[in-house]
């Protein structure tokens, strides 16, 4: 089998980030399927907008940390023992982790989560010779969009038009900012670093 059907085979191993035990079995599936694991992408999140804080339950908020940031910090605990030095962890973040959101209390206290974690993650791992790094996006049309159910169609159509380049981004404008984390040869001296890609907002962090 080609290492491309492989590939095609794994991503069909689907299942919930949040179940006990999946992430863990998710990543040796990896190593089982092909030997090693040298790049670890944390990806997966779940929003949903509320008009104010008393409209958000406790079982959305635990569906929101456990989606966001838990599956982080268990795909990480299970991928660093098979991962060797020119490792890289990268975790998807979001603007929302730098200014905050005022209709995303929970998704954005995530995402700033995620922007701790990865810089200590960062620091305890650079012995070991494996980078963690983040990407935080501005606003990005994805799936995600559509399926919020805060969010109504006529926002939806505006969606990203408030960004300083008047539109959201397309998934294919982030996806070189992670090949570039990932890539050795191009940010070996880079870890501990939340990259922001978010269409002209600046901010430290």
């Keep these: 089998m080609s ?13 919930d980030l949040t179940e006990d035990g999946f992430c863990e079995a998710l990543v040796d599936k990896a190593v089982e399927q092909f030997g090693k694991l040298d790049i670890l992408v944390s990806n997966a999140a779940h929003q949903e907008r509320k008009s104010d804080l008393e409209e958000l339950s406790d079982e959305e908020i635990e569906r929101t940390f456990a989606t966001n940031i838990f599956a982080y910090m ?9 991962m060797k030095p020119g490792g890289a962890i990268i975790a998807t973040s979001s603007e ?9 209390p929970d998704y954005s206290a995530t995402k700033g989560a995620i922007n701790a974690f990865t810089k200590t993650l960062a620091q305890s791992l650079i012995e070991k ?12 049309w994805t799936p995600l969009n559509p399926s919020d159910a805060g969010l109504a169609p006529k926002d939806v159509a505006k969606f990203g038009g408030k960004s300083p380049l008047g539109r959201p981004a397309q998934p294919e404008e982030l996806a070189p900012a992670y090949v570039f ?3 050795n040869a191009d940010s070996s001296y880079i870890t501990g670093t939340v990259l922001q890609v978010m269409g002209g907002e600046t901010t430290g962090g």
Excluded: C, M, W, Y
């Excluded at 929302?96 to 995303?104: D, Q, V, Y």
């Design 74 to 82: 268990r795909l990480a605990r299970a991928a660093v023992p098979h």
């Design 3 to 15: 290492k491309k059907d492989q590939t095609a085979r794994l991503s069909r191993h689907g299942g």
């Design 181 to 183: 984390l990932a890539s």
């Design 96 to 104: 929302t982790g730098l200014f905050g959101s005022e209709k995303l």
């Design 129 to 140: 010779g494996i980078r963690v790094n983040a990407v935080a996006p501005g606003p990005v």
